[in-house]
């Protein structure tokens, strides 16, 4: 027999028993629902090897069990295939407890076959708040120790003859180390993917996927630490689109959303990894660049203009012409982030009222 406790995955939405995330949800949604349909079939061939083992042991029986056992887990995975998620899941939680009965019964406590209820435990844990978790895992308890007494006062109905008992507990003990060892991997992956998505959201512009203000000032504060212990030339650069608002008011927020986007991947291929760059707010970005002199920060903004300035975006077959203005400035030793940033802000004013699509030195 195959356990697929680890089917029960953590999920944002409401709780409620037997949580489970929405099909098309969001990206973790679609990537476990393809996860309980491998799971499902990976069980089922789990159970094609069980059936081999029980008739080697010559228990025919278990092996029958087993038969209808890959039969309901190949249904569970045509209903999630075919959307009907929740019965899938309960299917594969009832061939679970049913085969862990049949098994325990018909050849003893000791064959192991209750160890795929513990499965069970931690999923219910994650996947439900203490709402529902508690009451669903005390009825996994009851049903537990029913179980082992029934077990208890009725004895094996089918046992194996010699060390087969054993030989199934055996196992069956690998078989579930395995299975919680994937469970705790499925689980580990999912929180830190969630921690990742966090992350990106507290330090990146959702929209242009660079660094944030907030992360910025991060960032800038521990490369200023930095280069005041070795000197280095520092330069920083603000840059604003020009006639952004005439752009959202002429071709709509969709197209002005296009030009940020394209504006910030033309900062990004002009600019180096050790560069820190953010959108600073609106349609402003900023970079603070180390190992950089004035001269040479100069160099890539103007470089930057010309192809910002030779970059076209497209608003239903019309062109949206894109131009930008820069203000350049070099951070000496010692100098105060916010100063340096109030010295380009001055410098890019002048870029503005000096014609825009320039790059000025403050």
């Known amino acids: 027999m195959a356990s697929s406790a680890s089917t029960t995955a953590p999920t944002a939405h409401p709780p409620r028993p037997f949580a489970v995330p929405q099909r098309g949800s969001s990206v973790a949604g679609k990537a476990y629902w393809a996860m309980a349909q491998r799971v499902a079939l990976t069980a089922a061939a789990i159970d094609c090897g069980y059936i081999a083992l029980f008739l080697w042991l010559g228990s025919l029986p278990l092996a029958l069990v087993n038969v209808g056992s890959i039969?309901?887990?190949?249904?569970?995975?045509?209903?999630?295939?075919?959307?009907h998620n929740t019965a899938g899941i309960l299917l594969i939680w009832l061939e679970v407890v049913a085969h862990s009965a049949l098994g325990s019964l018909l050849v003893?406590?000791?064959?192991?076959?209750?160890?795929?209820?513990?499965?069970?435990?931690?999923?219910?844990?994650?996947?439900?708040?203490?709402?529902?978790?508690?009451?669903?895992?005390?009825a996994l308890l009851a049903y537990y120790l029913g179980l082992r007494w029934a077990c208890d006062h009725w004895g094996a109905l089918a046992p194996l003859a010699g060390k087969g008992q054993q030989i199934?507990?055996?196992?069956?003990?690998?078989?579930?180390?395995?299975?919680?060892?994937?469970?705790?991997?499925?689980?580990?992956?999912?929180?830190?993917?969630?921690?990742n998505r966090l992350l990106k959201q507290a330090t990146l512009d959702a929209l242009t996927g660079l660094n944030n203000r907030a992360h910025f000032y991060t960032l800038a504060g521990?490369?200023?630490?930095?280069?005041?212990?070795?000197?280095?030339p520092v330069a920083l650069l603000l840059c604003d689109?020009?006639?952004?608002?005439?752009?959202?008011?002429?071709?709509?927020?969709?197209?002005?959303?296009?030009?940020?986007?394209t504006v910030a991947g033309v900062?990004?291929?002009?600019?180096?990894?050790s560069d820190v760059i953010a959108r600073w707010g609106g349609e402003e970005f900023l970079a603070l660049m180390p190992a950089s002199p004035l001269a040479s920060a100069l160099e890539v903004a103007e470089r930057i203009r010309v192809?910002?300035?030779?970059?076209?975006?497209?608003?239903?077959?019309?062109?949206?012409?894109?131009?930008m203005s820069f203000g350049v400035?070099?951070?000496?030793?010692?100098?105060?982030?916010?100063?340096?940033?109030?010295?380009?802000d001055k410098a890019l004013y002048q870029s503005k009222h000096g014609g825009r699509n320039r790059v000025t030195v403050g």
């Open 71 to 83: 039969a309901m887990y190949l249904v569970a995975h045509a209903l999630i295939q075919r959307r």
């Open 307 to 323: 192809a910002i300035e030779q970059t076209t975006v497209h608003h239903q077959n019309n062109p949206v012409p894109l131009t």
């Open 168 to 195: 199934v507990n055996a196992i069956h003990v690998c078989v579930v180390f395995g299975m919680f060892a994937a469970l705790a991997a499925f689980y580990r992956r999912t929180i830190l993917i969630a921690e």
């Open 329 to 344: 400035v070099q951070v000496a030793s010692g100098d105060d982030l916010q100063a340096a940033i109030a010295r380009a």
């Open 241 to 261: 689109i020009d006639h952004f608002k005439q752009v959202n008011d002429r071709h709509g927020h969709a197209t002005g959303d296009q030009v940020l986007v």
């Open 267 to 273: 900062l990004s291929r002009n600019l180096r990894e």
């Open 222 to 232: 521990h490369t200023l630490a930095r280069i005041q212990r070795t000197g280095e």
């Open 108 to 138: 003893g406590w000791d064959s192991g076959f209750h160890y795929y209820l513990l499965l069970f435990i931690p999923a219910v844990v994650i996947a439900n708040s203490g709402r529902y978790a508690a009451p669903i895992v005390l």
